[in-house]
């Protein structure tokens, strides 16, 4: 089935440039188009998108307050990748806060932009690990010691939410570990549920934000 994809962007031309980047491709499809974020509720319940391509600074509501709407709201919400002119943007760190599962500068090349769509869609591996890295490194420190002890995660669950936020995908997890790969699918689900999170992003972005991990191991 083709993954069908919304486009939020005040730009027309950016939009333009998007739609036909991702028509082109087999497999992937964009089902609508917005202006503002203020529109996007309206269409996700409508159109049911798997990937919404979310410009982060919009002029009535932006990126982030249009994600975190989404998160809050919908019981099933779309992946959101935000989109950005400047990678050192405090927005884009904001929008992957409230619920983005990554970000993409707006000088990406196209075949990046959609292997980032499928990305995000497999769910197996973080996007631009390197580039959160540095967003997160640009915040003030999290909190001394282990941040994440509340959440009860195992020694081996840890380990890869470690390797997660290295940007290790779960084929290489399981060939660091040496255990097979459903194995390490099922820690990650683990970690993913022990801390709420929705996806390895979020589980990410909250090892970051607690100190667990830091940008500089």
């Known amino acids: 089935m083709s993954v069908r994809v919304l486009l939020v ?43 919404v391509l979310m410009d982060v600074r919009m002029p009535a509501v932006d990126g982030i307050r ?38 993409l500068l707006k000088r990406t090349r196209p075949e990046e932009i959609v292997a980032a769509i499928r990305t995000v869609v497999a769910g197996e591996s973080l996007l631009f690990p390197a580039a959160i890295r540095r967003l997160a490194a640009q915040r003030a420190p999290g909190p001394a010691g282990d941040g994440l002890a509340s959440a009860g995660l195992t020694e081996r669950e840890r380990e890869v939410l470690r390797l997660v936020a290295a940007g290790l995908s779960n084929v290489e997890i399981a060939a660091a570990l040496y255990v097979g790969v459903q194995t390490v699918k099922t820690h990650v689900g683990n970690v993913l549920a022990k801390l709420g999170a929705r996806d390895r992003t979020q589980a990410v972005i909250r090892a970051y934000d607690s100190g667990f991990v830091t940008p500089s191991r």
């Open 9 to 51: 962007d005040d730009e027309p031309l950016i939009r333009a440039g998007l739609r036909a980047i991702i028509d082109s491709e087999d497999g992937l499809s964009v089902v609508g188009e917005a202006a503002d974020g203020a529109e996007v509720p309206g269409l996700v319940a409508r159109l049911r998108p798997d990937v």
């Open 66 to 103: 249009a994600t975190t709407h989404l998160m809050s709201t919908v019981d099933e919400p779309p992946k959101v990748i935000v989109v950005t002119t400047f990678e050192n943007d405090d927005y884009v760190y904001d929008a992957l806060l409230a619920g983005a599962s990554g970000f």
